[in-house]
């Protein structure tokens, strides 16, 4: 084999460390940034905090607080406790009086879970422990609906044969569970829990025994809105069937909503929007913003001491790279922000409908950023404003071309949808075909299957079911 040595020129775009921080701290949402740099203030001796404020007083642009127990929101004195004092809101005693073990977490309220809520109930009942054994096992078996996915001899077929657990058993502990609050738990399918929540109400109420025949074997009539059928099958007229209905209505298909919620995502605002000038401007919430900087008794050390101190010159530069890649992090999306709010005037002014549309590579042409910086900068990043708090990207949109030429975004035709929907006659709904219609009357040609495309995505359903009697 004959060896030969050749020269080959090639172009790679390489990143470097800070180039690769920076990339990393755009696409983070706030919450994730404090995150971050609670990590490098652990990891890095050389960075440190650098709050101008001492403790007690507010942030300059930070959100006004609720006012004190003892002072008004103007600052006036009013009639109350001292204003040093700690007070237990729940009972109005004092919340401690320098206790070194109270914990303010201990006063947050938990949410219950649904398991905790019926293993309590079964504790107040006197049961033979064999059936509370049962009632337990059927609790620990619920999916997080409330129902019981598992049929009762499918699930005695998997206990261990030791128990001797039989369905009648099962059967039984079912019954005991299924007279627990909430209403419906316990139900092994969505009419029997809609028939366990209307045994629970007066026999009295208006459609009340027309309800329990439909739950128990109507259901999917009403759910597909066969008003003729449902009247032939069940002898009644719209009024009797009107009444069931909306009884039906109040019930609840999720006996289980409501406990045991799973842990608060808290969204922090980016940016925040007002009014000045008669002009709507972006600015940056300056709550969100880490203050960081380089410790100065450390740098001066090293700047002494040149060529010494180990491994730390490098963590100085590190401290000074993050502290300049989070100021730069803002600084885009501040001005992305503000490129945004001036093009999106008239939905601060308007709402929805007025929304323009807007693309990422507009936004990116005017700053002279890829289309990529845009969409981090956009991604999981929020703006407040009278109108509501709303993620950057929810500016974003397509356009279709409306009969004068000009462009209407897609936020603004599901606005006009739903706009459309909500002012239809029940009874009547109006069709894709006929919402398409309604829309070109206003100037907007969309086809009916585009109609049905942004209905779907705003969730409401096909004009068969929302036809009422």
């Known amino acids: 084999m004959k060896q030969s040595l050749q020269l080959k020129v090639s172009q790679q775009l390489t990143l470097t460390p800070q180039l690769q921080q920076s990339i990393k701290l755009l696409q983070l949402s706030t919450l994730d940034l404090q995150a971050e740099v609670e990590r490098f203030l652990l990891d890095n001796p050389l960075l440190e905090r650098g709050d101008d404020e001492r403790p007690g007083e507010d942030a300059p642009d930070a959100a006004p607080e609720a006012a004190s127990p003892g002072e008004s929101r103007d600052g006036d004195e009013r009639d109350g406790p001292d204003s040093g004092e700690l007070l237990d809101w729940g009972s109005g005693s004092r919340r401690h009086d320098g206790d070194d073990d109270f914990d303010p977490a201990l006063n947050v309220p938990c949410p219950v879970s649904l398991r905790e809520h019926l293993l309590s109930q079964l504790g107040e009942i006197a049961l033979p422990a064999r059936d509370q054994a049962v009632v337990r096992l059927l609790i620990e078996e619920l999916d997080e609906d409330g129902y019981l996915p598992t049929g009762l001899d499918e699930l005695a077929s998997h206990l261990p044969l030791e128990l001797q657990l039989d369905s009648d058993e099962l059967a039984f502990g079912l019954r005991l569970l299924q007279q627990f609050d909430p209403p419906g738990v316990g139900a092994r399918s969505l009419a029997e829990s809609l028939t366990l929540q209307l045994r629970r109400l007066p026999a009295a109420e208006p459609g009340h025994a027309l309800a329990l025949a439909i739950a128990a074997e109507h259901l999917a009539l009403l759910g597909s809105r066969d008003y003729t059928r449902l009247k032939r099958q ?20 999720h006996p289980a909503a409501g406990f045991g919620e799973g842990e608060v995502h808290y969204i922090i605002p980016d940016i925040s929007v007002r009014k000045r000038k008669g002009r709507w401007v972006a600015e940056l919430n300056r709550s969100a913003m880490p203050r960081l900087r380089v410790n100065q008794l450390y740098e001066r050390m090293l700047a002494e001491n040149r060529g010494q101190g180990g491994e730390m010159p490098a963590r100085l530069q590190e401290a000074r790279w993050l502290v300049k890649n989070i100021q730069q992090r803002f600084d885009t999306i501040l001005k992305v922000a503000e490129s945004i709010v001036e093009r999106q005037q008239m939905f601060f002014e308007q709402g929805e409908v007025a929304m323009r549309p807007l693309i990422l590579r507009d936004i990116a042409e005017e700053l ?27 500016f974003f949109g397509s356009s279709l071309e409306t009969d004068s030429g000009a462009e209407c975004s897609a936020t603004a035709i599901k606005a006009r949808i739903r706009s459309l929907i909500e002012a239809e006659n029940p009874a009547k709904p109006l069709s894709d075909s006929a919402l398409a219609e309604a829309l070109g009357n206003l100037g907007i040609q969309v086809a009916r299957r585009t109609v049905a495309k942004y209905r779907e995505a705003m969730q409401i359903p096909a004009v068969s079911l929302r036809k009422t009697l």
């Open 368 to 394: 002279g950023l890829h289309e990529s910086t845009v969409s981090r900068s956009t991604s999981q990043k929020y703006l407040q404003c009278p109108r509501g708090l709303f993620e950057l990207k929810y």
């Open 234 to 253: 069940l002898d009644c007229d719209d009024g009797e069937l009107r009444q069931a209905q909306a009884l039906i209505a109040r019930l609840n298909p």
